[in-house]
């Protein structure tokens, strides 16, 4: 019975309350046709902001355009193989450069097969959704005993393209990372850290960000906004995202306990780790660096913490409430809304994720409150909301 369906549209939605949407279906004779086609090796997709070229003989992104802005070069996002050893922790590595290989495209049979398809044999690159929302393009991938799914999702308004990685890995002794090679010259590599941005190495040394992480120069900037990877290089204007590393299953070693040439016994089975199937979810956006460092954080918060979707059918009694909180600028966040630690009243964390002074109106309308907040670079400001006398007050992180 084909009754689960995926819905995909476009929509704004309401701060601080219940956004409902209302789905209906409609019956037709059959599935409509896929406008997006192959030519001359490429899927050209192009809207009024963005024109993307997906290689269909390597799967990867060839081109990225913004607004008439080239971005990325060819091959982004290739899948590259890189040598790694046993050591779970890698004492004493600061970098993973070593590249072996790359993934590439499966044969059609082949591909066809391991996707699951009876009958007839597709091509391993293929448009697999064609709305008027957006189009997604899917590549099949293939790298000794390990497989790979990429999908592009590419909007049909807006320039953030959503690419998603599911991996099924079977190397021992070896990292995967997503190759991004930018057309950033002369550029720094930054990225997000816990209430602040940090400027990381441009020597391919294995450096740690949150949410985000961004090339950029003094004219433009490319965004990469990770789900839960963590790790990331860059050199020469070309990012490179960590996925996964497989070394021995708590294989450690040091100069003075292990004495022998392998670490693992080499007469048995042994674990490793990070086998199996992974799934990664990434958001590319870029444009002048202005507005990208001002996006960025907000657009890596939702991202990261997507609304949740109810099948809720209020009564629609009763009286219904305003929207609790709004922030008049693009920029400063609310991280926290909670209950204060001792005591009734609550807490509103603000923070500048910017690199300059800001100010921003915040509006409670609920409690009838209207305040005017100036920040300083990198500023997180707690507030104590009294909602019995309605007035709010700066405490410090302590809540004193």
């Known amino acids: 019975m084909d009754w689960r369906k995926k819905s995909v549209f476009k929509a704004r939605l309401k701060p601080s309350q219940i956004n409902r949407f209302d789905v209906k279906m409609e019956v037709i004779k059959k599935k409509p046709k896929v406008k997006l086609v192959e030519k001359e090796g490429y899927f050209t997709f192009k809207t009024k902001q963005i024109n993307v070229l997906i290689n269909s003989k390597t799967g990867t992104m060839d081109q990225y355009m913004v607004n008439g802005v080239d971005y990325l070069k060819e091959n982004s996002f290739l899948p590259i193989v890189i040598v790694d050893d046993e050591n779970s922790w890698a004492h004493k590595e600061k970098s993973f450069k070593n590249v072996k290989g790359q993934f590439a495209l499966m044969e059609k049979q082949e591909g066809s097969q391991f996707a699951g398809i009876r009958g007839e044999y597709i091509e391993s690159v293929r448009v697999i959704e064609d709305g008027k929302v957006r189009t997604v393009i899917e590549a099949i991938m293939k790298y000794n005993t390990s497989y790979l799914i990429q999908r592009y999702y590419l909007p049909k308004k807006g320039t953030e393209v959503k690419i998603t990685t599911r991996v099924f890995w079977d190397e021992k002794m070896t990292l995967l990372k997503l190759a991004i090679p930018t057309t950033i010259e002369n550029g720094k590599y930054i990225g997000q850290t816990s209430y602040g941005v940090e400027n990381l190495l441009t020597n391919r040394d294995e450096m740690v960000s949150h949410k985000w992480n961004m090339a950029h120069n003094s004219q433009k900037a490319v965004s990469i906004i990770n789900t839960g990877t963590y790790g990331s290089d860059y050199k020469d204007g070309e990012m490179r995202i960590t996925l996964l590393r497989s070394p021995g299953y708590a294989a450690g070693k040091s100069d003075f306990s292990v004495r022998r040439k392998h670490i693992l016994p080499q007469d048995r089975f042994s674990r490793f780790i990070d086998q199996g199937e992974r799934e990664y979810e990434f958001y590319l956006n870029a444009g002048d660096v202005t507005s990208r460092r001002t996006s960025i954080d907000r657009e890596s918060l939702s991202n990261n913490e997507k609304p949740l979707v109810l099948s809720f059918f209020p009564t629609g009694v009763g009286i219904k409430s305003n929207c609790f909180a709004t922030l008049s600028d693009d920029a400063v966040q609310i991280t926290t809304l909670k209950k204060q630690e001792i005591g009734e009243n609550y807490i509103i964390r603000l923070f500048n994720p910017l690199d300059k002074s800001v100010k921003t109106t915040l509006t409670l309308q609920t409690v009838g409150i209207i305040s005017e ?28």
């Open 373 to 400: 907040l100036e920040f300083e670079q990198f500023e997180i400001k707690s507030l104590l909301l009294n909602g019995f006398d309605k007035t709010i007050k700066i405490v410090d992180l302590m809540e004193r």
